[in-house]
């Protein structure tokens, strides 16, 4: 039998103090939902309400996992760009 592909993604939120957190997940909707409920990572526990403003499929948890972390290490302004790029491109 072959391996089913695992999609996962890379997802960011902004916070209700207008910060960005950037996770990974292979369900964005029970994802969310954790956070929202305060379920989710203690960052966003401690800045809700959230709201998710990027979302990006990766074919395996270790591509997203690898993105997060490349992800997390830029700068607020490119993430903003990301977010930006990716918002023009859903209209």
Known sequence: MGK???NAYVYILRCNDDSLYT???TDLERRLSEHTAGRGGKYTRMHRPVEMVFT???PTKSAAMQREAAIK???RSRKLALIESHQKNLH
């Open 56 to 58: 990006e499929e990766h």
């Open 73 to 75: 290490r830029w700068k």
């Open 23 to 25: 996770g990974w997940t």
């Open 4 to 6: 089913t592909a695992v």
